[in-house]
T-cell receptor
Framework: DAGVIQSPRHEVTEMGQEVTLRCKLI?????LFWYRQTMMRGLELLIY????????DSGMPEDRFSAKMPNASFSTLKIQPSEPRDSAVYFC?????????????FGEGSRLTVL | GDSVTQMEGPVTLSEEAFLTINCTYT??????LFWYVQYPGEGLQLLLK?????DKGSNKGFEATYRKETTSFHLEKGSVQVSDSAVYFC????????????FGGGTRVLVKP
């Protein structure tokens, strides 16, 4: 079975540009999590969805960040405009909400560099 | 709020040495506890878990015991290999929060031949 698929794997952009990160959930999973990983702050939960509905977005840094789930298997995280401090690895993870085991399945991450 | 504290790394040790990574937690509810591992260039993956007090999670030679009295979930391995070099994350989940996990800061482990 395919795991969580993220794209792009690497993105280098200039300050002020729009960045869109994409994530495809594992088939049958209905919970989706976006995490950000930096050396300084470690792993931070940005937002998570259950059945396409945002449940907790308290970790979203500011209005420049937005996340959507246009359908049950796909999500985007958008940063507009991007800033150098947004440079990080962004992970998407999914889980089967009904099984409620606490196990998350992570993608390989999208490494973002904002110059 | 819920939080996880784990020892800072990096932890550097030789092959076949004993590894311990300390993890303590605070939680408003009665949490489940997890250890995730991140190999270089990859996402996190579940290593082991425990859902109630005194449970022992184990996998790939790693073990951790859920200690409610000390609010701890220390990770141990008796004889590490070079392939165990990775970043290890302790995490908790409170049932009321669904599958949302709270992670510790991660501990980088480097095993030298």
């Amino acid at each position: 079975d395919a795991g969580v698929i993220q794209s792009p794997r690497h993105e280098v952009t200039e300050m002020g540009q729009e960045v869109t990160l994409r994530c495809k959930l594992i088939s049958g999973h209905n919970s989706l999590f976006w995490y950000r990983q930096t050396m300084m702050r470690g792993l931070e939960l940005l937002i998570y969805f259950n059945n396409n509905v945002p449940i907790d977005d308290s970790g979203m840094p500011e209005d420049r960040f937005s996340a959507k789930m246009p359908n049950a298997s796909f999500s985007t995280l958008k940063i507009q405009p991007s800033e150098p401090r947004d440079s990080a690895v962004y992970f998407c993870a999914s889980s089967h909400g009904q099984q409620n085991t606490g196990e998350l399945f992570f993608g390989e991450g999208s490494r973002l560099t904002v110059l | 709020g819920d939080s996880v504290t784990q020892m800072e790394g990096p932890v550097t040790l030789s092959e076949e040495a004993f590894l311990t990574i300390n993890c303590t937690y605070t939680a408003t509810g009665y949490p489940s506890l997890f250890w995730y591992v991140q190999y270089p260039g990859e996402g996190l993956q579940l290593l082991l878990k425990a859902t109630k007090a005194d449970d022992k999670g184990s996998n790939k030679g790693f073990e951790a015991t859920y200690r409610k009295e000390t609010t701890s979930f220390h990770l141990e391995k008796g004889s590490v290999q070079v392939s165990d070099s990775a970043v290890y994350f302790c995490a908790l989940r409170v049932k009321a929060a669904g599958n949302k996990l709270t992670f510790g800061g991660g501990t980088r482990v480097l095993v030298k031949p």
